[in-house]
């Protein structure tokens, strides 16, 4: 028999041997090994680029040119790109600015959520398999110190059998439970990388939808959001001719 073998003989042993825990414990690592697998490729697939279209589409919105803006955060995937294309889109059709933070909010909780989907497999295999392998360690002492008892007398092959068996199952619980962990911490930096990113692109273009408000001619009072802190419409009387000024000095021509 090669090495190959006896070792692959081995590990069948060890399964066999830490009793029926085991059997939970695989279905944890290959639950969890299927989510980390998911997930590692969609958090690259949206990191990818998500620093590059934020930028470029900065520059162009500084440059008044929202179509070409909207038009490569339309062709970028990721959820950087979706949130600059919910906001741009709203900017290009002149909505107000409570409209385009609004259309932006939505957007972000969908992208988050979709982001988050599948962590608390993560998080929960993580706390489930070191539970179950102290659970099988437990088991293992039990069944024990019932040897012993059914025995009448202390024997090492008695009580061996009942050791092995906590030891494997605590094992296999610290084995599937830290690399988990792992992944789910690193994954967790990385979405909060994201939701950096995609605070950004919100500010961008809500600072975008700011700066456009004086270039449209003949924009109705609140097409694009509440007024300036400090600014203040012109107020007409009754009269259309304008609230006079109370301070101001008095007309020549009606000086008597």
Not at 74 to 102: F, H, K
Not at 107 to 127: C, K, P, Q, Y
Not at 130 to 151: D, H, K, Q, Y
Not at 171 to 181: E, F, K, Q, S, Y
Request: aromatic share 8%; glycine share 10%; charged share 15%.
């Amino acid at each position: 028999m090669d090495e190959t073998q006896t070792h692959s003989y081995s590990l069948l042993n060890i399964f066999y041997d830490g009793g029926w825990f085991m059997y939970p414990l695989v279905l944890c690592s290959l639950f969890a090994l299927g989510v980390i697998i998911a997930k590692g490729y969609t958090l690259w697939a949206a990191h990818r680029r998500s620093a590059t279209v934020l930028s470029e589409t900065a520059a162009l919105m500084k440059q008044g040119r929202i179509d070409q803006a909207l038009q490569l955060a339309a062709e970028t995937p990721g959820p950087v790109a979706a949130i600059l294309y919910s906001g741009l889109l709203r900017l290009r059709d002149r909505q107000p600015s409570e409209d385009i933070e609004n259309g932006v909010k939505t957007t972000g909780v969908v992208e988050l959520g979709f982001l988050e989907r599948g962590l608390v497999i993560l998080a929960t295999v993580s706390n489930v398999a070191p539970l179950l392998g102290f659970l099988g360690t437990v088991a293992g002492m039990i069944s024990a110190f019932g040897a012993i008892e059914m025995a009448g007398q202390v024997e090492a092959s008695l009580v061996a059998g009942g050791i092995k068996v906590a030891l494997i199952t605590t094992a296999a619980g610290l084995t599937i439970a830290i690399p988990v962990n792992i992944a789910y911490n690193f994954f967790v930096t990385r979405i909060d990388t994201l939701i950096r990113q995609m605070e950004e692109g919100t500010a961008n273009v809500l600072n975008t939808a700011w700066d456009m408000r004086p270039a449209v001619a003949g924009a109705p009072s609140g097409a694009f959001g509440t007024a300036r802190p400090g600014f203040r419409p012109a107020t007409d009387s009754v009269e259309g001719q304008g609230t006079p000024d109370r301070n101001a000095a008095p007309d020549s021509d009606h000086l008597p």
